[in-house]
């Protein structure tokens, strides 16, 4: 069946990604590209493909994408960028059909470093941990722009989730961690998370410092009684929390200093 689409009143003759238009049916993954692609790219890529699987969206080869960022890169001819790739789809506009074809999209602007400490809100509506869309990086990012705006207009840079349970989740664009005395604590997938690709490079390596690591269920309670609490994405890297909404955190920690150096080298920002 032909989709007649007129945008504006004109008919549009060329192929549109209307499955991501109409629904929010896409994917992306943003990082920072620093002279070259991310040490994590791969595993950015994967997390992509997984998610493809999910929405039934034809996935490109991995090679294609990365040259696609690299020509983007090279064009841009910025050394320290922000990069973006969306996996659009297209095909018939019926809602519960599957994608047919993918488009791959890619932005780039300069890399801009993050704030010494972020501000988090306590998002006002909960997190419902079984979504299945919390799996991956879902271009239907509505929640989470609703969630940021809300926090950006009480005069916050992050917003917190909690689930329907009232257990800490992650924050609208980050994963979130903090320390009491030499353990490191984190949400645990279940609560309903995206497992950040920075988030799991930091579990892996941290034990090699002699932190222990607790992934688990955890209140508002456990985590405004921190010592110490950070953010982490594959932009940012990690962050200082400086405040959670009327609760002031430490703004230094030797094991956090410890754990920053290592997180850059092991991303080659250093």
């Known amino acids: ?40 790219i791969d595993n950015h890529l994967g997390r992509m493909e997984t998610g493809a699987e999910l929405l039934k969206v034809p996935f490109p080869d991995k090679q294609y994408i990365k040259n696609l960022v690299e020509k983007a890169v090279l064009e841009s001819e910025f ?10 789809s297209d095909g018939e506009s019926v809602f519960y059909k599957t994608a047919k074809t993918p ?15 972020v501000k988090i809100k306590v998002n006002s509506f909960k997190r419902i941990s079984e979504s299945p869309l919390l799996k991956v990086k879902s271009a239907n990012y509505v929640e989470n ?50 497992s950040g690709t920075v988030r799991d490079l930091i579990l892996n390596f941290i ?22 609490a950070f953010i982490t994405n594959s932009l940012i890297g990690c962050v200082p929390v400086s405040e959670l909404e009327g609760y002031s955190l430490n703004s230094e920690d030797n094991n956090f200093n410890k754990l920053k150096q290592a997180l850059r080298q092991k991303l080659e920002w250093a």
């Open 1 to 40: 069946m032909t989709d007649y689409i007129f945008i504006d009143g004109s008919r549009v003759a060329t192929s549109l990604p209307m499955r991501s238009l109409f629904y929010g049916e896409g994917l992306f993954e943003t990082f920072r590209y620093k002279n070259r692609l991310p040490v994590l």
């Open 79 to 88: 050394k320290d960028a922000y990069v973006k790739i969306c996996l659009l």
């Open 103 to 117: 488009q791959a999209l890619v932005i780039v602007k300069q890399y801009e470093s993050p704030k010494e400490s």
């Open 145 to 194: 722009i609703l969630a940021r705006r809300e926090a950006s207009r009480s005069g916050f840079d992050e917003s917190l989730f909690l689930n329907e349970r009232d257990e800490v989740t992650e924050c609208s664009t980050s994963n979130i961690f903090w320390f009491n005395g030499d353990t490191l604590f984190t949400p645990a997938r279940e609560c309903g998370l995206l």
């Open 207 to 228: 034990p090699e410092y002699g932190i222990n690591t607790v992934e688990g269920k955890f209140s508002l309670n456990d985590l405004t009684a921190a010592e110490f």
